[in-house]
């Protein structure tokens, strides 16, 4: 079975601009859930969607917004991005919404701000 | 809220030393608890669980074991390759509350 898989894998954007970034879960996982990774602040909680509705949000501004479509593929766009943007944007699928199912990563994008 | 705290690194091992890294929490009931593994370059992989107090999660010769008491999850193993060098996670999973997850703890392991 495939994992989950990101496009793109790296990104290079300008200050001011938006982007859109993919995420296919395995096959059959209906959750998919969204992470910021950087250094200085550790792997940090987006949003999760499950079945196209958000279940769960973090602490983020209203910049990171995400949806799911009907066969789960998901994304996530990031509008008048920051320097503090650049980061490892990591999705992750589990396949059902019950309280502590594991999560399953794909390698994730790799987004530069400049 | 949630939250995880785990030792600050890097852990820098030789082969064959025992390796332990500290995990402690904080959540509301007894949630399952994880521990994932990132390697360079990679997204993480989940490399143990346990569901409930007492339980011991193992896989690839670490262990963990869920204490209710001490609200602890420390990780370990009895001894380290080269090929275990990389970054260690102690997560809650989500549900009613968004997953959490510990700073990383960086292992690093000299032949």
């Known amino acids: 079975k495939a994992g989950v898989t990101q496009t793109p894998r790296y990104l290079i954007k300008t200050r001011g601009q938006q982007v859109t970034l993919s995420c296919s879960p395995i096959?059959?996982?209906?959750?998919v859930s969204w992470y910021q990774q950087t250094p200085g602040q550790g792997l940090q909680f987006l949003f999760e969607?499950?079945?196209?509705?958000?279940?769960n949000k973090g602490n983020f501004p209203g910049r990171f917004s995400g949806r799911q479509f009907s066969n789960s593929r998901s994304e996530m766009n990031v509008s008048t991005l920051e320097l503090g943007d650049s980061a490892l944007y990591l999705c992750?699928?589990?396949?059902?919404?019950?309280?502590?199912?594991?999560?399953?990563f794909g390698p994730g994008t790799r987004l530069t701000v400049t | 809220g949630n939250s995880v705290t785990q030792m600050e690194g890097p852990v820098t091992l030789s082969e064959e030393a025992f390796l332990t890294i500290n995990c402690t929490y904080t959540?509301?009931?007894?949630?399952?608890l994880f521990w994932y593994v990132q390697y360079p370059g990679e997204g993480l992989q989940l490399l143990l669980k346990?569901?409930?107090?007492?339980d011991k999660g193992s896989n690839k010769g670490f262990e963990a074991t869920y204490r209710k008491e001490t609200t602890s999850f420390h990780l370990e193993k009895g001894s380290v390759q080269v090929s275990d060098s990389a970054v260690y996670f102690c997560?809650?999973?989500?549900?009613?509350?968004?997953?959490?997850f510990g700073r990383g703890t960086s292992l690093i392991v000299h032949p």
């Open positions: 992750a699928s589990s396949p059902s919404d019950r309280e502590g199912s594991e999560q399953y």
């Open positions: 096959s059959g996982h209906r959750s």
């Open positions: 969607y499950f079945s196209e509705t958000q279940r």
């Open positions: 959540a509301t009931g007894y949630p399952s």
């Open positions: 346990a569901t409930k107090a007492d």
């Open positions: 997560a809650l999973p989500g549900g009613s509350y968004i997953p959490t």
